[in-house]
């Protein structure tokens, strides 16, 4: 059984930064997709940003919420995938769950989640 551990949320001001880490217990090499999803108090889970690899060609894609503040990205040596937050805003405080799949059809699989507050 795969195992995602998600790290780096925190209590932050409005306007500062964050980076979360998830670490894979297996290579993610050829990870078909991989992605960090937020759910906030009373709302439903999101779409934060996503790396897709489909054989050589790599993409992300972004919630148009976060686009020009945050980046996915991801260490292949370090089965790591990250998202980094810049500039953050009270509005994208939630629990923030990181999401793989290996091939297109294969089951999900989910991180147990890591805080991020943003206040002042």
């Known amino acids: 059984q795969v195992q995602l551990v998600e790290s780096g949320g925190d209590l932050v001001q409005p306007g500062g930064s964050l980076r979360l880490s998830c670490t894979v217990s297996?290579?993610?090499?050829?990870?078909?997709?991989m992605g960090w999803y937020r759910q906030a108090p009373g709302k439903q889970r999101e779409l934060v940003a996503a790396i897709t690899t489909i054989t050589s060609d790599v993409s992300t894609n972004y919630a148009d919420s976060v686009k020009g503040r945050f980046t996915i990205s991801r260490d292949i040596a370090r089965n790591t995938m990250y998202l980094e937050m810049n500039s953050l805003k009270p509005e994208d405080t939630a629990v923030y769950y990181c999401?793989?799949?290996?091939?297109?059809?294969?089951?999900?699989?989910w991180g147990q989640g890591t805080q991020v507050t943003v206040s002042s």
């Open positions: 999401n793989i799949r290996r091939g297109l059809s294969s089951q999900a699989y």
């Open positions: 297996e290579s993610i090499r050829s990870m078909y997709r």
